[in-house]
Nanobody, 119 residues
Framework: QVQLVESGGGLAESGGSLRLSCVASGSLHIIRTMGWYRQAPGKEREGVAFIPNGGSAKYADSVKGRFAISRNTAKNAVYLRMNSLKPEDADVYYC?????????????WGRGTQVTVSS
């Protein structure tokens, strides 16, 4: 089991910035990739950014050049720096840990943090 706790959401103006944080605990050795998803009411959860262990970050086209994901393995944390925010970036953002072990592949999720962007 992996537990994830997000923080850092809130209200930003259009064009502004926010930084999301997510701290993992539990069976950290099974984590292969950490990332961020977002979801608006009534819509499917959308992948935003991912960073695998020892690998390069990947981004959704909608956030390339504006968002930056990073990991601090010493703190078991992943961050999402969001710049040049747009009203369409307003969603609930979820931290994800993709894991593999003897039980197979599993995703663990945080509870989410709300991001609101005023136009």
């Amino acid at each position: 089991q992996v537990q994830l706790v997000e923080s850092g959401g809130g209200l930003a103006e259009s064009g502004g910035s926010l930084r999301l944080s997510c701290v993992a605990s539990g069976s950290l050795h099974i984590i292969r990739t950490m990332g961020w998803y977002r979801q608006a009411p009534g819509k499917e959860r959308e992948g935003v950014a991912f960073i695998p262990n020892g690998g390069s970050a990947k981004y959704a086209d909608s956030v390339k050049g504006r968002f930056a994901i990073s990991r601090n393995t010493a703190k078991n944390a992943v961050y999402l720096r969001m710049n040049s925010l747009k009203p369409e970036d307003a969603d609930v953002y979820y931290c994800d840990a993709y894991t593999t072990d003897c039980r197979g592949e599993r995703d663990f999720w945080g509870r989410g943090t709300q991001v609101t962007v005023s136009s």
